[in-house]
């Protein structure tokens, strides 16, 4: 191996894809979430695979995510969340199916096609039925609705919203009131537009808890990665290994490893392995001084003295062990859900994490 990789697992990713396409409705599309360098793991490498399986959509957060995906042979539709304003021309140039999420973008846009003669260009509605981060707000609606009755330049794809705690039964009673004013709104959008338009609002949690709703299309970010399921560990697996190459094996006698001299050496002596990836490859600098093991030929081994940018050193005493052998920093294990307990946060930032110098490689 030539430097630190994500080996995305083929089988891992169907795997998890049929687990959530098992529990929708046979005729309910997926809408693959890749934003974020398809969190993390390789947003073209996770796209083709969706593609060549015959996946319906992909999500993406920006402009410029979604032109990657479109200039490196993926053909299937793409929708963007978040499109700015000042992208439209960039959106439309690529084909890009933007989410329209206030009045001050469906304007812009309006202008936009009117101004090149461009007629049902394909989009998709958010509508803000409680998460308030962005969506058509209820004030909205009524102009909302003036703007789209008899409007020729778009064509509405999709309306969706998305739920703020599909995960936290606590809040199972506002998740219920999110579908039910969503559905209500929809379909007088619907209604105003005299033609069908997909409905969706699950993500990943959602179509854990709540695919008992009749939707369309669902969106599958987290789930499909594998991971931020305590409950399903036997169903869903990381479809990813974060691997190092060791590049040095030293015998220490003594002395302290690293920055700082944190990390001592024992009586006896140890021995110490070096890889090729660092904080600024995605190793969290917290899980130096022995704050987590990784795996190495079978066994865990844990790390030693502060983490460097680019290199990270393990204390692999009694494992047998030569240069080019690969560590395991996350994947099957240590669990990306573990590392994230260990750092307070969510799976989703830890896979996020692995930086763009981290090649990304598919296998079987
Ligand atoms: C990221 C995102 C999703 C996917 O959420 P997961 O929790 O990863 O399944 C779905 N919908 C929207 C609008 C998102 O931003």
Known sequence: MKQASILISRKKLLNNYNFFKSKLAKDTKIITLVKANGYGMGDIQISSIIQDIGGDYLGV??????????????????????????????????????????????????????ENQIYNYPVHINIDTGMQRAGVTLEDISIFLELIRNNRHIIIKSVFTHLAAADEPIHDQFTNEQ?????????????????K?????????????????????????IGLYGTGYENNQDSLFPVADFVAPIIHIKEAKGGTVGYGRHGKISENGDTIATICAGYA???????????????????????????????????????DAKIGDLVTIFGSAPHPNYIASILGTISYEVLTSVSSRVARIITE
């Open 281 to 319: 490859d995605g190793i969290d600098r917290r899980l130096g001084n022995g704050a987590i093991r990784f795996s190495l030929n079978g066994k865990m081994v844990p790390t030693i003295g502060n983490i460097c940018m680019d290199t990270t050193m393990l204390n692999i005493s009694g494992v």
């Open 179 to 195: 579908i039910n004013l969503f559905f209500t709104i929809a379909t007088s959008i619907e209604q105003e537009c005299g033609y």
């Open 61 to 114: 957060a920006s402009t410029y995510e979604g032109i990657r995906l479109a200039t490196n042979s993926i053909k299937i539709p793409i929708m963007v969340l978040n499109p700015l304003v000042e992208t439209i021309e960039d959106i439309v140039k690529h084909n890009l199916e933007p989410t329209i999420i206030n009045i001050q973008f469906i304007i812009a846009l309006n202008k936009y096609l009117k």
């Open 197 to 221: 338009i997909f409905k969706h609002a699950l993500n990943s949690w959602g179509i854990q808890r709540f695919s008992t709703n009749n939707f369309d299309m669902a969106r599958l970010g």
